[in-house]
């Protein structure tokens, strides 16, 4: 999760964006209230997606205050109170960056990631504790994933199965939703985000990637050599294909969307899949030409 | 499945393009004439429901040709192509397989699939269809374009690919359905620039 999931914010109603950073701020200070102050630092807009799929999903019972907080003092701002759907947003971001630092120190080692470790011990066993099963499960899958980017997996599909399944996994929130075909819909979305993600990153990383030589599945499954071709010229080649599939998760993610029922939050949750995703989407599609462009 | 079997337009025709323009050429009249059906322009408008039909239109022509007519050439193939197509070719050793893909029992299909020596066009249809049941488009596409080299003249698998395009595609003129337009104008952009500077001073 890479902060990719964000808003078309000049598409927004100045209500909803007021929402939106409600929601922000909401899960930020669901972690303080939940576990201190210290993991507050990890925040992410993908999970505030997270929480808004949901919320929509559950009937309204949220607070709304105006307050400040010690990391803007100068602006009162809006905080979503008393939202389930925000507090578990918090919970799975929490979950997942126990997993990245673990994850991370058996890459690089070092004391940055064991710190980190260190200080999220507590908040990752009281998590365990209320989500088991999915703990487990999600640590399964990023384990899957270490496992295929070791091997040098070269299809893009059975590399972004993991990360995919895993995002299934944290949007299917059992605490939340007791209906089976609602859960089975918001696994549908969290498998295409996933993918999409997955996918967005990869392309995004292309230069680095191949520069360090770490792991790509796109390099890799499209035959990239260094020597042979630019990186815009394997850009623009796999550009087409790249584009078809980060669209057919997008569509596939708004016909999910749309056949459940929403209570509330559509326009915000719709501004995402339907614009902020788009126009993300297209942004780094595009990054490679626009480079193209400046040596003239 | 069925009623998608009908004939697709001469992509070129659709674009108001002579055949075998370039990508560039292509994209130009596609940004154009996307302009020109965009469903805000005819918003409470008589003409709203044929201006959206139209983009489909488009945007199904703009795949083709950005995914077919570029580099193979094969622009004006599908123009020869005899009317009614081939009929499709359904060997007896796969319906088991596609009973199977129809069922969701992916398992099943799949280890039939690897048991099977026969791996002709239908075999790598199958396979593609079993991929994209699974939400593996990527494998989808290249199984499924891999079957229509195979057997190009076969109705099923190029409705099969057809349809994935417009799935793909299809996102694009939903959203631009519901309001949320291209940016391409300045001022778009310029706004885009400081919104999202001003997110920055915003949000985190």
């Known amino acids: ?296 | 499945m069925r009623k998608e079997i009908q004939k697709m337009q001469n992509p070129y025709e659709v674009l108001g393009i002579k055949e075998g323009a370039s990508i560039q050429e292509i994209k130009a009249a596609y940004k154009e004439q996307v302009k020109k059906y965009h469903p805000d322009r005819h918003q409470d408008n008589p003409l709203y429901e044929l201006a959206e039909e139209k983009l489909q239109e488009i945007n199904e022509a703009y795949d083709y040709l950005m995914k077919n007519g570029s580099y193979t050439g094969g622009g004006s193939s599908y123009s020869k192509e005899p009317s009614g197509g081939s009929q499709p070719r359904q060997s007896p050793e796969f319906r088991q397989v596609r009973i199977d893909i129809d069922r969701g029992n992916f398992p099943a299909a799949e280890a039939a699939l690897n048991r099977s020596k026969n791996r002709g066009a239908e075999w790598f249809f199958l396979s593609g269809m079993l991929s994209l049941r699974k939400g593996w488009y990527d494998d989808a596409v290249t199984n499924v374009q891999t079957a229509i080299s195979m057997d190009p003249n076969n109705v099923e698998y190029r409705t099969a690919m057809n349809s994935m395009l417009q799935t793909s595609g299809g996102y694009r003129t939903n959203a631009y359905g519901r309001g949320y337009g291209n940016s391409n104008d300045e001022l778009c952009r310029m706004m885009q620039c400081y919104c999202c500077a001003d997110m920055l001073c915003d949000c985190i």
């Open chain 1, 1 to 296: 999760m890479l902060g990719y999931v964000v808003p078309d914010k000049p598409e927004l109603k100045i209500r909803e964006f007021e929402l939106y950073s409600g929601y922000y701020c909401g899960i930020c200070k669901s972690v303080k209230h939940s576990y201190g102050q210290i993991p507050r630092m990890v925040l992410n807009y993908d999970f505030v997606f997270l929480a808004l799929v949901l919320s929509a999903l559950c009937p309204p019972m949220e607070k709304i205050k105006q307050e400040r907080c010690p990391i803007h003092p100068l602006k009162k701002r809006t905080v979503v109170y008393n939202e389930p759907a925000v507090d578990y947003a918090a919970d799975m971001m929490l979950l997942l960056t126990y997993f990245k630092l673990m994850d991370d120190r058996q890459d690089e080692g070092g004391l940055k990631p064991a710190a980190g470790l260190a200080i999220l011990k507590p908040t990752y066993k009281k998590l365990m504790k209320n989500y088991n099963e999915k703990g487990i499960m999600i640590q399964r899958k990023l384990n899957e994933l270490t496992d295929l980017e070791e091997q040098g997996c070269a299809s893009l599909d059975r590399a972004a199965e993991s990360f995919a399944k895993l995002m299934e996994e944290v949007f299917a929130a059992e605490t939340l939703v007791d209906d089976s075909g609602t859960l089975e819909l918001l696994r549908r979305i969290g498998y295409h985000t996933g993918k999409w993600i997955y996918l967005i990153d990869a392309f995004d990383d292309l230069e680095a990637n191949a520069k360090s030589g770490s792991y790509n599945p796109l390099l890799l499954q499209w035959d990239y050599q260094a020597e042979q071709e630019e990186m815009s010229n394997f850009r623009r080649r796999i550009h087409e294909r790249v584009e078809f599939n980060l669209l057919f998760y997008l569509a596939e993610l708004s016909k999910a969307w749309d056949q459940l029922s929403v209570a509330r939050n559509r326009g915000l949750v719709e501004n995402i899949i339907y614009s902020g995703l788009l126009r993300k989407t297209e942004e780094v599609l595009e990054k490679g030409n626009t480079k193209d462009a400046e040596p003239l």
